[in-house]
């Protein structure tokens, strides 16, 4: 599990950061959408940590 920053920008979308994974940032239209997306990216930098031994 990993914490998450989720706030609205000015064009008021959700960005959501995950600050343990240095620029993993995404988005969304809505929270929910942005939530699911840092998830899938957090996936896919993991995955890119793991296939780099790192």
Known sequence: ???V???KDEDNYW???C???K???SQGKT???ALANIKEAIKG???ALE???L
């Open 23 to 25: 620029g993993c940032v």
């Open 1 to 3: 599990m990993r914490q």
């Open 15 to 17: 960005i959501v950061e």
């Open 45 to 47: 930098y993991i995955t």
């Open 19 to 21: 600050p343990s994974l």
């Open 51 to 53: 296939k780099n031994n």
């Open 31 to 33: 929270k929910e959408e």
């Open 5 to 7: 920053i989720l706030y």
